[in-house]
């Protein structure tokens, strides 16, 4: 029997106790968040990277591998406007699996650990009959009252996002294609950046209202944020993205680049909403940030929750492909 | 090649950066320890169950699963004497496992949750290629001071250990040989508790030194107190348990006593030491908590670095079995 992601939250959540002392939110968002006292709280979030699912050590290196597991999880962090602190690595090593890579793993992880001041700080070690498992948990830091959760959008939000999404699936397409030459798409996918500054950044405005990080796809995120804040989305797809080297590649491989764009996985960026009245002021505020002005784009709006669809220039309605990347379907 | 677990925690600790601010105990304890603030601290640890490393679907339950893959993580917070807070899972999931498993596993880890009030508040869900895998993280909190590490044995502590080590290797053994009738070994084996109450008594007693669970091995979990602690040990095998069903049951199987007790592993009994001055008030407080006042057992004690022996009740040197139950061996 097939189960999908979100039959699998929805058993979890029904498992839990209701709201426990010091709890600012549970299960449902990129992290926990759990009150630390004096106007500060913690985030605490897991993701797990599994051999033959989200990685194949034909394609990677322990080096890069190492990197992506521990930013997977600085993403989430990200995503909630957080400073990473501290991790915790619980790892399953198969017999296939010698100790100069996992020499390298682990290097790697502190490496990019370093780069993040972030220190790991605990986990567990096992063999595994047949898969590497790499488990990482990672522990973030906020003030209490600029955490963004995925619950704060409201209809007429303008939607933006960081970055490129699809650039991520068209690398993975390229190394299922085993094409070998070297590419920023290749290398966004193995070796993922957290938007950690821009996270931040985005939270200390005090007018992001809500945001996730596109770890599964923009329109399967997008609708998380809809469903945990009750609303529904416009996007407009011209708007995401305009590089020629993407569509280029896309058109070469005949890949549909809406596709790409709407439903590919693991780019990390950042998808937040502005409500209206603080468009300009954010727009604004944006224009002073050189690192990031650059990078943002603002793709659509939050309309009522009966309305979940794409559009192309002409405002025609572009069909949306299955919601994104479930790692169950 | 092969990878020991002590080769692989020197690896992991090498690739860590040195101590953070507010982090009291990083890699090599039973947990991690941040401070948090008005003389709390947060104990963070995480443990992970391969099937066909920890667990084996023929022999198990998802309840008895889910409950163990909570449990094993709450011995962790037990042995720093602290009180269990929150967990997140994370978990993979072959097409082999169906929705009822999953359901009835969440169902018994939020029940094992209720019972110690601890809240299930996040994780990771994920398809995997072979294996079932269960990867929990824990978070529980204690008085900062009142935390008790692996490193505090000096030479001439009286060492002491809680319950019946060997238990869960002698079910174990059973369920292997595929014995079908109940019995309480394969009942520990399967489903063990978490020594909660024990080890908060014990560090809010002030005198317990050093503190360990057994979920390795008696001797290997000792030996890990005596490396952090730079002691060595002699323990009396003879004082260690004394159960007529254990020794007929084992003997039957033609299987070692001495070998079940020290070196079997997932018994989560508490090993811990107490310092020569407080051995008296140690036993007195002890023998006023009617709870727990049988089940804790004097075992040897604490020497300098040079000595580490078992020894029977003539004082004859017992083999030592290879060091316990190393997931890597």
Redesign the interface.
Same mark, same amino acid.
């Given at each position: 029997?097939k189960?999908s992601?979100r039959?699998?939250?929805d058993?979890?959540s029904k498992?839990?106790?209701k709201?426990?002392r010091?709890?600012l939110c549970?299960?449902g968002?990129d992290?926990?968040v759990?009150e630390?006292?004096?106007g500060r709280a913690?985030l605490?979030?897991?993701?797990?990277l599994?051999?033959?699912?989200?990685f194949d050590l034909g394609y990677t290196t322990p080096k890069k591998l190492g990197r992506k597991s521990l930013n997977v999880n600085l993403s989430d962090i990200a995503a909630m406007g957080g400073v990473p602190? !501290?991790f915790?690595?619980?790892i399953?090593?198969p017999k296939t699996i010698?100790?100069?890579f996992?020499?390298s793993l682990?290097?790697s992880?502190?490496e990019c650990?370093?780069e993040h001041g972030v220190?790991?700080?605990?986990?567990?070690?096992?063999?595994?009959?047949?898969?590497l498992?790499i488990?990482v948990?990672i522990?973030g830091e906020a003030k209490s009252g600029s955490v963004v959760f995925r619950s704060g959008a409201r209809s007429g939000d303008s939607i933006f996002v960081s970055g490129m999404p699809g650039f991520s699936a068209l690398g993975l397409e390229m190394l299922k294609r085993r094409i070998k030459k070297p590419s920023m798409f290749i290398e966004k996918h193995l070796d993922p950046t957290p938007q950690l500054k821009l996270g931040k950044w985005l939270a200390d405005t005090g007018i992001v209202n809500s945001m996730i990080d596109v770890s599964d796809g923009l329109i399967l995120d997008l609708d998380r944020i809809a469903q945990c804040s009750k609303v529904g989305y416009i996007v407009e797809i011209d708007k995401i993205v305009k590089d020629k080297k993407f569509d280029e590649v896309a058109g070469k491989m005949r890949l549909s680049r809406e596709e790409l764009i709407l439903s590919g996985g693991e780019d990390y960026s950042l998808l937040f909403t502005v409500g209206k009245r603080n468009r300009s002021k954010f727009l604004k505020l944006l224009k002073q940030e050189k690192s990031f002005c650059d990078t943002i784009y603002e793709i659509g709006r939050i309309t009522d929750a009966s309305t979940k669809k794409a559009v192309d220039s002409k405002g025609r309605t572009v069909k949306l492909p299955k919601l994104g990347f479930d790692? !169950?379907l």
């Open positions: 029997m189960i992601e039959n699998l939250i058993i979890i498992g839990s106790l709201r426990a010091g709890l549970g299960i968002d992290a926990a759990i630390a006292g004096e913690w605490i979030s897991t993701d797990a599994f051999e033959g699912v989200h602190k !501290f915790l690595v619980s399953g090593i010698d100790e100069g996992v020499k682990y290097a992880m502190a650990g370093r220190e790991l700080i605990g986990g567990d070690t096992s063999s595994s009959k047949s898969d498992v488990s948990t522990i790692h !169950f």
